[in-house]
Each structure stands twice: as C-alpha cells, then as structure tokens.
C-alpha cells in the first residue's frame, strides 16, 4: 500500500493571506501547507481521501494522472472544494469515478454541484457514480475500509482504517468503542490544529494522548495550523515515533490493505 499525503494543512493551509509569522514566511518547504488530503494507491486502485480547493495542483505536484475514487470525511469546503477537478480524468482516461459520502455529505455536494446530478447533455461536466456510506465497512472492489465514526465539535466526520493503517482528521472527540476500531494500526495520521486547545479540532497534546491510548507503532500529525510552529522546532520535541506531515510525505506499507 503506497501513501502520499497530498495536503497536510488546514483550511486556511500555509502560509495564511496576509500573515506575517514565522511559519508562514518559512523557506522550509515542509512548513507550506495545502489543505488535507491523501492518496492511496492498493491492489492497483488509486483512491483520494477529500479533495480540498487544492486538489488540481496536489495531482499534479505528486505526477498523479489516475483515479479510481473519491472517498469524503465529511462536508466542509476546504475537503470538498476540488471535486470539479476530476474531470480530465473523465475524458482524458474516459473513466467515471466512484464517489463514497455518507447522505449529509451528499447533500452538500448536490448544492455545491448541482450540474454534477442535473439531468443535461452537456459533456464537460464530471462523471461520478455516487455511493452512500455510513458507519458499516465497505469495500471498493478487494480493498475494505472500515468507517470510524469522530466528531469535529458537533459535526459527524468519517475517519477510515485500511488493513494496518488509519486516517483520521478533522475532529476533537473520538469515543472509546471508536477507539478500538484504531488499535493494532501499524500507521496512524491524525489530526493535531495547534497548540492551543480548539473547539473542533485535536490540540497537539489531545493527539499525542490519543496516539499514546492506541499505541501505533509509528503515528504522522496532519492538519497542521500555522500556530503549532515551525516544523523542524516541531519535530523535535515529539516522541521518537511520532512525526509531523508535510506535503508529499510518501508512505510505503507492506500490508495491502485488503482482508
């Protein structure tokens, strides 16, 4: 199983419009941040995770040309915003691509996208084939996903665990039957905002007693603020298995994810 994290920064990503702080003016290209995103490439299917208003360049800065699906966290803009960018897919590869969200999620996308689901002859618009999900595994062909169910303040968010490895972004509160669907990873990518407490986000300490309760056996920070600091002061303050992410962190697991 081959993993690229496409995008490792939150909404605003990094460096923020008009900010002046350390970590936005960084020449360190590990503290610029698209929006959060990842990719992953099992038995021969390529498969994103969100696709965020940055999804176009992602593709591109990573010299990924295919995909086989879409799967959505849940439906805030800075996850759902590339959805548009399929497209070259479409007619480039002359391939539709699946798309699993959970009902709330599709509803967002038909606002956000209403020629995506209108009836019309017009060819340029993307070709999807829509499919719900909700906390119940599921598989695309082969590769199962098992569905755990976070919390990002009071909205429902998916997190997602393939084989040995788990994906979990955008919430602050995780229950501890959840918690149990974590435990055995070998890899687990969770979200850690900032310093500072927030409402609908894990803190860096939040994440860390998080890792420490599921014990993976490495663990990599992603939807990373500019208030959590610079990433190379970061980095060494954390456990010797835990590491920050940083766009186009590739991943390569021996387990294939399938069950």
Same mark, same amino acid.
């Given at each position: 199983?081959?993993?690229?994290?496409?995008?490792?920064?939150?909404?605003?990503?990094?460096?923020?419009? +008009?900010?002046?702080?350390?970590?936005?003016?960084? !020449? @360190?290209?590990?503290?610029?941040?698209?929006?959060?995103?990842?990719?992953?490439?099992?038995?021969?299917?390529?498969?994103?995770?969100?696709?965020?208003?940055?999804?176009?360049?992602?593709?591109?800065?990573?010299?990924?040309?295919?995909?086989?699906?879409?799967?959505?966290?849940?439906?805030?803009?800075? %996850?759902?915003?590339?959805? @548009?960018?399929?497209?070259? &897919?479409? =007619? &480039?590869?002359?391939?539709?691509?699946?798309?699993?969200?959970?009902?709330?999620? !599709?509803?967002?996308?038909?606002?956000?996208?209403? =020629?995506?689901?209108?009836? !019309? @002859?017009?060819?340029?618009?993307?070709?999807?084939?829509? %499919?719900?999900?909700?906390?119940?595994?599921?598989? *695309?062909?082969?590769?199962?996903? *098992?569905? &755990?169910?976070?919390? %990002?303040?009071?909205?429902?968010?998916?997190?997602?665990?393939?084989?040995?490895?788990? =994906?979990?972004?955008?919430?602050?509160?995780?229950?501890?039957?959840?918690?149990?669907?974590?435990?055995?990873?070998?890899?687990?990518?969770?979200?850690?905002?900032?310093?500072?407490?927030?409402?609908?986000?894990?803190?860096?300490?939040?994440?860390?007693?998080? *890792?420490?309760?599921?014990?993976?056996?490495?663990?990599?920070?992603? %939807?990373?603020?500019?208030?959590?600091?610079?990433?190379?002061?970061? !980095?060494?303050?954390?456990?010797?298995?835990? /590491?920050?992410?940083?766009?186009?962190?590739?991943?390569?697991?021996?387990? @294939? +994810?399938? /069950?």
């Amino acid at each position: 199983m081959k993993i690229i994290v496409l995008g490792s920064g939150t909404s605003t990503g990094i460096p923020v419009i +008009g900010c002046n702080c350390k970590v936005c003016q960084s !020449q @360190d290209s590990r503290d610029k941040r698209l929006r959060s995103s990842l990719y992953i490439e099992v038995n021969r299917k390529k498969i994103v995770i969100d696709t965020g208003p940055d999804f176009r360049i992602q593709m591109l800065n990573n010299h990924l040309s295919d995909l086989d699906a879409v799967i959505f966290t849940h439906n805030h803009k800075d %996850h759902t915003g590339g959805l @548009d960018d399929i497209r070259p &897919i479409n =007619y &480039i590869l002359e391939k539709r691509v699946d798309v699993f969200a959970e009902k709330y999620v !599709q509803q967002t996308l038909k606002m956000e996208y209403p =020629y995506i689901f209108q009836e !019309q @002859d017009y060819p340029g618009v993307p070709q999807i084939s829509l %499919h719900t999900i909700d906390e119940s595994p599921f598989f *695309i062909e082969n590769v199962k996903f *098992i569905p &755990i169910r976070v919390w %990002h303040k009071n909205l429902p968010v998916l997190a997602f665990r393939i084989g040995n490895f788990t =994906y979990l972004t955008d919430a602050n509160r995780i229950e501890e039957p959840e918690l149990d669907k974590i435990r055995g990873s070998e890899v687990l990518i969770i979200n850690a905002l900032r310093r500072e407490t927030h409402y609908s986000h894990f803190s860096l300490s939040q994440a860390l007693e998080i *890792i420490n309760q599921v014990q993976p056996q490495t663990a990599y920070l992603t %939807h990373i603020g500019h208030h959590l600091g610079l990433f190379e002061e970061v !980095q060494r303050e954390l456990p010797q298995n835990v /590491f920050l992410c940083y766009d186009g962190l590739t991943l390569d697991m021996k387990s @294939d +994810g399938c /069950f």
